[in-house]
């Protein structure tokens, strides 16, 4: 019978980890939409281009590596997939994720005077860096796959980007929490992120890895999301696998996610 309650509460903890964000962020619509309107400003004030360099800073990053993999290096895959493309659609997606997961380390702390001395739902922090970058990146996700594959292949490349937000939401509480309470972890954070984007299949195809080493991209949750994204837009191959793993993982940290950030919401306070 315990058993039967551990579940019971597991599964009711799993159902609130996804239905109590998407909740607040539908109720709470206009303050986090005010909440953007401000960040985007104090982030391009005074600038010459304005709100246009939210698109053209992920733009330049790309092309950057571009520029050394492609002309420097002059790097060339065996299989009829251009490399290019294969990698501008793969790193515009690892961009996304880890400007995300950086940000919400620290979203708590940023806005940390909003919710200090004042009645604020904070419930809707860690999904602030989701929807800022969802719509950016949703925006020159479309573009680059129109040029790239198509404009009938757009669609899809704004699907990755959404279906990936949504894979990201216990993520960003589990992250939200541990960067307020830990703070040692937004500072080797980076570096984690570094070698995770070596060990994922995006400046090399997944084939390419050593025998011995293929067990990695296993235990990669990015590299089945690169797995689906690229077999959806470039028909490369993928497995069911790829679909499974990312979505077993999500459905397990939905309910320590909101535990954990139920929990630590009385105390957030506190640590500012």
């Given at each position: 019978m315990t058993a039967v309650n551990l579940l019971l509460r597991y599964l009711r903890a799993t159902y609130s980890g996804l239905i109590k964000p998407l909740q607040a962020a539908y109720q709470h619509r206009y303050?986090?939409?005010?909440l953007i309107r401000r960040d985007v400003t104090t982030r391009t004030s005074g600038t010459w281009f304005g709100d246009a360099w939210l698109l053209l800073q992920p733009a330049l990053q790309i092309v950057g590596f571009w520029f050394l993999l492609d002309i420097v290096l002059q790097v060339k895959f065996p299989k009829n997939v251009p490399f290019l493309n294969y990698f501008l659609i793969g790193m515009l997606t690892w961009a996304f994720i880890a400007e995300v997961l950086g940000r919400?380390?620290?979203?708590?702390?940023?806005?940390g005077s909003l919710y200090r001395r004042a009645v604020f739902p904070v419930i809707i922090l860690p999904l602030f860096p989701i929807i800022l970058s969802a719509t950016l990146y949703s925006i020159v996700m479309g573009i680059t796959v129109g040029l790239l594959e198509g404009y009938e292949q757009a669609p899809y490349g704004v699907l990755c980007i959404l279906g990936v937000s949504l894979l990201l939401i216990p993520i960003c509480y589990l992250l939200a929490v541990i960067g307020l309470f830990l703070k040692d972890i937004s500072q080797i954070f980076p570096f984690l992120i570094t070698v995770t984007l070596y060990l994922t299949p995006i400046l090399y195809m997944p084939d390419s890895l050593p025998s011995n080493l293929s067990w990695l991209l296993m235990v990669n949750p990015a590299a089945d999301v690169?797995?689906?994204v690229h077999g959806g837009l470039q028909g490369l191959a993928w497995d069911w696998g790829n679909l499974a793993?990312?979505?077993?993982?999500?459905?397990?940290?939905l309910a320590p996610s909101a535990v954990l950030f139920r929990r630590a919401e009385p105390h957030v306070r506190e640590m500012l």
């Amino acid at each position: 019978m315990t058993a039967v309650n551990l579940l019971l509460r597991y599964l009711r903890a799993t159902y609130s980890g996804l239905i109590k964000p998407l909740q607040a962020a539908y109720q709470h619509r206009y303050l986090l939409l005010l909440l953007i309107r401000r960040d985007v400003t104090t982030r391009t004030s005074g600038t010459w281009f304005g709100d246009a360099w939210l698109l053209l800073q992920p733009a330049l990053q790309i092309v950057g590596f571009w520029f050394l993999l492609d002309i420097v290096l002059q790097v060339k895959f065996p299989k009829n997939v251009p490399f290019l493309n294969y990698f501008l659609i793969g790193m515009l997606t690892w961009a996304f994720i880890a400007e995300v997961l950086g940000r919400s380390l620290t979203v708590l702390s940023e806005f940390g005077s909003l919710y200090r001395r004042a009645v604020f739902p904070v419930i809707i922090l860690p999904l602030f860096p989701i929807i800022l970058s969802a719509t950016l990146y949703s925006i020159v996700m479309g573009i680059t796959v129109g040029l790239l594959e198509g404009y009938e292949q757009a669609p899809y490349g704004v699907l990755c980007i959404l279906g990936v937000s949504l894979l990201l939401i216990p993520i960003c509480y589990l992250l939200a929490v541990i960067g307020l309470f830990l703070k040692d972890i937004s500072q080797i954070f980076p570096f984690l992120i570094t070698v995770t984007l070596y060990l994922t299949p995006i400046l090399y195809m997944p084939d390419s890895l050593p025998s011995n080493l293929s067990w990695l991209l296993m235990v990669n949750p990015a590299a089945d999301v690169m797995a689906i994204v690229h077999g959806g837009l470039q028909g490369l191959a993928w497995d069911w696998g790829n679909l499974a793993r990312p979505l077993v993982l999500w459905l397990l940290l939905l309910a320590p996610s909101a535990v954990l950030f139920r929990r630590a919401e009385p105390h957030v306070r506190e640590m500012l």
